[in-house]
């Protein structure tokens, strides 16, 4: 397979990845918290943004914004902590608060990434907020799942992947551009 060829595969992968992620995301919070059907969206989506942020990794990365492809590996192991909090027809709410610590350092990573513009750059820096104040409220014991820095916290960092998915497929077809003048 030619390099190009394997590339857009690449980033189409990414892109389903990151917008299933987003619709599991979306669709599971129509159902009743904490059920089966829940958390297998959930899971899903949560394994499809694994592979989504190890291949936005790979194509930063072979862009040169190593320090942000590392910050999409780090990214890819906080949401396996968040796939690994979910059971069949559960969340267990300490060890999801403790994604935060990977997830930190890893859009501080990502923060980096030249490709993405300056808005969005600090995007990936803000979306740690409501992550704070759910680490904070599981912490103090007042965890509420249909608490507002919740679902900021969760539907921002998919709303981020959808986001970078476009940056990164405009520098593709830039990148193409470049190469056919």
Do not use: H
């Amino acid at each position: 397979m030619n390099n190009l060829i394997e590339t857009k595969l690449l980033v189409l992968l990414m892109a389903v990845g990151f917008c299933l992620n987003f619709f599991c995301g979306v669709t599971g919070s129509f159902f009743p918290p904490e059920n089966y059907i829940q958390m297998t969206i959930w899971q899903i989506g949560d394994a499809l943004a694994i592979m989504a942020c190890v291949l936005a990794g790979r194509y930063i990365g072979n862009r040169g914004q190593n320090i942000a492809a590392a910050g999409f590996t780090m990214l890819a192991i906080a949401y396996g902590v968040s796939f690994a909090s979910s059971n069949i027809n559960s969340i267990n709410e300490e060890k999801m608060a403790t994604i935060i610590l990977p997830l930190l350092p890893a859009l501080f990573l990502i923060s980096f990434c030249k490709l993405f513009s300056l808005w969005l750059r600090l995007s990936s820096l803000l979306i740690c907020i409501p992550f704070l104040f759910v680490y904070k409220n599981v912490t103090q014991g007042t965890y509420n799942f249909e608490n507002i820095s919740n679902t900021l916290a969760y539907t921002g960092i998919q709303l981020l992947g959808l986001l970078w998915t476009f940056s990164i497929y405009k520098d593709f077809k830039i990148n193409i551009k470049q190469r056919n003048n």
